[in-house]
């Protein structure tokens, strides 16, 4: 819920799962230098790295990554997640932007990243 005009979006996502092994990361290792952002988990298991922590968060709990902290998340388990994706209306954009693109390199995501003063590390 919410429009790139809203202060912030809420918006709810899944990831199936998959077989053990190293993370399949739901969205590269970045920063957001001007946007905090956060997730709240409404079924299964969410890890996220913030910063060089790992945290765990399972049904029920959520985890809040301030602005210029390096960070990425995945699923860990074989079972679905469920969360909902707490962020300003410019990580929203972002994510659009990134979703509607034809051409993902290396250079065409770091280039939409920096124009939503965020940086892929």
């Known amino acids: 819920m919410g429009s790139p005009n809203d202060a912030f979006v809420v918006a709810e996502w899944r990831d199936a799962g998959g077989?053990?092994?190293p993370?399949?990361?739901i969205a590269p290792l970045?920063?957001?230098h001007r946007d905090?952002?956060?997730?709240?988990?409404?079924?299964?298991?969410?890890?996220v790295l913030v910063g060089d922590q790992e945290v765990e968060a399972r049904?029920?709990?959520?985890?809040?990554?301030p602005r210029g902290i390096k960070h990425t998340y995945w699923n860990p388990n074989?079972?679905?997640v469920r969360y909902l994706l707490v962020m300003t209306s410019n990580i929203f954009c972002l994510i659009q932007e990134i979703h509607a693109m034809q051409e993902r390199t290396a250079a065409t995501l770091s280039a939409v990243f920096r124009k939503y003063d965020s940086e892929l590390l």
Request: aromatic letters at 12%; a negative charge.
């Open 78 to 80: 074989s079972e679905p």
């Open 36 to 47: 905090d952002e956060a997730w709240y988990v409404l079924e299964g298991t969410l890890r």
């Open 23 to 25: 993370p399949r990361y």
């Open 59 to 65: 049904t029920g709990s959520g985890v809040f990554v």
């Open 30 to 32: 970045h920063v957001h």
């Open 19 to 21: 077989p053990p092994g």
